[in-house]
């Protein structure tokens, strides 16, 4: 694994994934926690796949699209533009 550390950042050149010795009987694993939650993910295409379902989001220039990763089938996300609530900039 290699990696460096400055200034409160790791850049890591590694396949990040959940600790498969868990011997504390848990069923899943969070990437931070509710005292420390992550604030953005970068992702190319991101790939979702719990074992029910498998899917890629993929961004394209004006729209979002899903693909059923088991079934080949391509959707597109239709979104409505809204007002952001008052105090959001």
């Given amino acids: 694994m290699a990696k460096r550390m400055s200034q409160g950042r790791m850049t ?3 396949n990040l994934g959940p600790d498969s010795g868990n011997t504390d009987g ?3 694993n969070d990437l931070g926690a509710d005292a420390s939650p992550y604030n953005n ?3 190319a295409d991101l790939n979702l796949n719990n ?3 498998n899917y890629t989001m993929i ?3 004006e729209y979002l699209t899903l693909r059923n990763n088991k079934t080949g089938k391509l959707y597109r996300i239709v979104m409505e ?3 952001p609530p008052e105090g959001d900039e």
């Fill in 51 to 53: 074992g029910r379902g």
């Fill in 41 to 43: 993910g970068y992702f």
């Fill in 26 to 28: 848990a069923t899943s």
């Fill in 12 to 14: 890591a050149l590694l």
């Fill in 59 to 61: 961004e394209e220039e």
């Fill in 81 to 83: 533009e809204i007002e």
